[in-house]
Each structure stands twice: as C-alpha cells, then as structure tokens.
C-alpha cells in the first residue's frame, strides 16, 4: 500500500529528537511506540513515517529555547536544560524510562577528595566550573552563597583543584567521578527526559491532539518495557490458588474453555519477576503457560 500523503498546506507537528546522548534512545523508543523512525547518516531531518509529523536534530541543551521561541511546536529534552535556558514552556510528560540516559541523572557539587570543601557554604569565594551555569547561580543564591562560576566546555571533571575549586557535573552513576577523585557534596537538582511544547502550539487544538496522541504511544512503550504477558490454562478448583500468587497490572482477564473443567488467563507481570513466578503457577496446577512480550500497554 502506498503511503498517504499529507497535502502541501496540511498541518504539520515540528518537533525536535535531542541529537547525542539521549539520540539513540529517543530513536528506540519511537520505534517501540510503532513509529517508521529513521536517522540518515549525517542528516539533521529524520524520517518518521507520519506525514503530519515533521523532525529535527537539535542538541538537547538547546531544544527548550527553540520550542519556546516557536522554532519547534515541540520537543524532547532534560528539564534540567529547559531550567538552565529559563525557557517558557509547556511541559507535557516525564518521560523516564529503565534504559540508559532516559533514567534520572543528577546535577552534583563535586571536590577533589582531599579539598577541605564539605558542604556548601564552603563554597563562599571559590571558582566553579559548569555546564550549566543558570541553575549553579541560582543553587548558590538558594544556599546564600558567593561564588565564581565559570562557563566549562566538557571534561569538568578534571578541573579541580587546578583549574576550578569546585565542579557542579551531571552523573548517572557516579563512576566518572570516582575515577577522577571526586568527592560529592550535594546534589543541585535531579534531571529526566521531558516531552516540551511551545505554549502557542499547545493552545492549537490540533497540533494538541496530535501530540497527545503521539504522548499515548510514547507512554504506552515506557509502560512494557519491562512487562510481559502470560497466558495459561487453570483447572477451576485451582482458579483462587492461581489469582492469589498473580501480581497483575490490573484485574486478570480469565475466558472459558471448551471443556468446562478449566478457564484461560491472561495477564501481564513485571518480567523481572518470571523466574519465580512461572514454576509457582506450574505448582500451583497451571498448564500451557505462553509468555509473550508486550509493544504497548496503553492504560
């Protein structure tokens, strides 16, 4: 079948995918949520198989200011860049999911190990080197605080004590910072990927429904990530034995069979928890127990 194609003066939804560490996430996600999304090699212009839906790459330290300046109708970034460019916008969904770079990340004081620094009014008179130099002025003005903060163009981390006397630095896991030596001493703020949108375009009823639309998907893909179904047969003198050891999202769905003396479940569980799980409901008199994965769950 050949693709529908929008018309020349059809609307379309701008919105902006974060070009870098969040790129290849953002690209698997869609994927999961049944987008046609691809990347060409050294383009800025994603295809997505949706004529109403226009893409572009923009470094997610950016993204805010274009969404809110109307460039983009919207756009996915770290509500920690949408702080630090102070932008005006629409946030619309946190969209944290078990996958690297899409869990939260935190924006830390970090010292050298050794550094007299423990905790924040120490940092009274000393340079601090950052990315993000809005939220650091702000998290000292909140601790009453005077400090010189500079503007960092990458490997923060290996500025104290030479270059810096103190370091605001995003982590995840904090290894980066233990293999330079560094000692946390707060966190400024916790940061996760959010859905933005211009605050005009969220007024538009279509460019709304689109991306709410485009939420539902999204969210039904965060959502089975880490689900499965399963299905079984149960003999019925066994059906409140199987409920019972069943953590279902959700009531299970339970159908007749043709023979009467067994019912059909379906269900869906954390797939972490399968181990466990499917040799408790063999025990317990299930038979043909199917595990199936799971694209969507849409609530």
């Not at 046609?36 to 923009?58: A, Q, T, V």
């Not at 509500?79 to 899409?102: H, Q």
């Not at 025990?283 to 969507?296: D, F, H, Q, S, T």
Request: charge should be positive; glycine fraction near 6%; include cysteine.
């Amino acid at each position: 079948m050949t693709p529908r194609r929008a018309r020349a003066d059809a609307p379309k939804l701008v919105l902006g995918l974060p070009k870098g560490s969040l790129q290849a996430t953002t690209e698997k996600l869609f994927r999961l949520a049944g987008f046609d999304l691809r990347i060409p090699e050294r383009s800025y212009y994603p295809k997505i198989g949706d004529p109403e839906i226009e893409c572009i790459l923009i470094r997610a330290q950016e993204m805010a200011r274009y969404v809110e300046h109307g460039v983009l109708d919207a756009g996915i970034t770290g509500v920690d860049w949408t702080l630090e460019n102070r932008a005006k916008v629409k946030e619309v969904a946190d969209l944290r999911a078990p996958w690297p770079n899409y869990g939260p990340v935190r924006w830390v004081v970090a010292v050298k190990e050794d550094s007299p620094i423990r905790k924040p009014r120490d940092l009274e008179g000393k340079r601090i080197a950052t990315e993000v130099v809005n939220l650091s002025k702000r998290y000292l003005k909140s601790h009453g605080v005077k400090a010189e903060v500079e503007f960092s163009w990458g490997a923060t981390e290996v500025k104290p004590p030479i270059l810096a006397d103190a370091i605001i630095d995003v982590t995840e896991t904090g290894s980066s910072l233990r293999a330079n030596e560094l000692r946390v001493i707060d966190t400024v703020i916790e940061s996760t990927p959010r859905l933005i949108a211009n605050r005009d375009a969220w007024a538009d009823e279509w460019k709304r429904a689109k991306l709410e639309r485009l939420l539902m998907l999204l969210c039904g893909a965060i959502a089975a990530i880490d689900r499965v179904g399963l299905m079984m047969n149960v003999p019925k003198p066994g059906l409140p034995t199987v409920l019972g050891i069943l953590p279902a999202l959700g009531t299970p769905t339970i159908s007749t069979l043709a023979d009467d003396a067994w019912v059909a479940i379906n269900t869906i569980v954390e797939e972490r928890i399968l181990t466990d799980l499917i040799p408790r409901l063999s025990a317990a008199g299930a038979r043909a127990i199917v595990e199936y994965p799971l694209n969507k769950i849409i609530q």
